[in-house]
């Protein structure tokens, strides 16, 4: 460890070590933060249920994304190209194609 590395003790909660399930992640921006919606969209409900919010600097995104790539890179590496059905250029999608979002509350 050099110099600029620094120890970091990090505590797990119990509640959040159970973690929650997300297939679907919906990112907004301005020019101060990002907005990361995580939701689940399963077959039967209505619209996607919205399960964590995390709001991140554009720093901490960007390193975000390049943990992603690497960990990705890692992965295939190890088990194979991860195939993406219909993939489209730099992974975007049409948020339309998915209606509307938000529901009514029981």
Same mark, same amino acid.
């Given at each position: 460890?050099?110099?600029? +590395?620094?120890?970091?003790n990090l505590e797990l909660?119990? +509640?959040i070590a159970r973690g929650s399930y997300s297939n679907l992640a919906i990112i907004t921006h301005s020019h101060s933060e990002f907005v990361i919606d995580f939701a689940t969209m399963l077959p039967g409900l209505p619209s996607p249920s919205i399960s964590?919010?995390?709001?991140?600097?554009p +720093?901490?995104?960007?390193?975000? @994304?390049?943990?992603?790539?690497?960990?990705?890179?890692? @992965? +295939?590496?190890q088990f194979?190209?991860?195939e993406v059905p219909g993939e489209?250029?730099?992974?975007?999608f049409n948020l339309a194609d998915f209606g509307p979002i938000?529901?009514?509350k029981s």
């Open positions: 460890m050099d110099d600029n +590395e620094k120890k970091m909660r119990p +509640e964590n919010r995390i709001l991140m600097t +720093e901490h995104v960007k390193r975000l @994304y390049n943990a992603l790539g690497d960990n990705i890179s890692k @992965y +295939e590496a194979g190209r991860i489209q250029p730099k992974g975007t938000g529901g009514t």
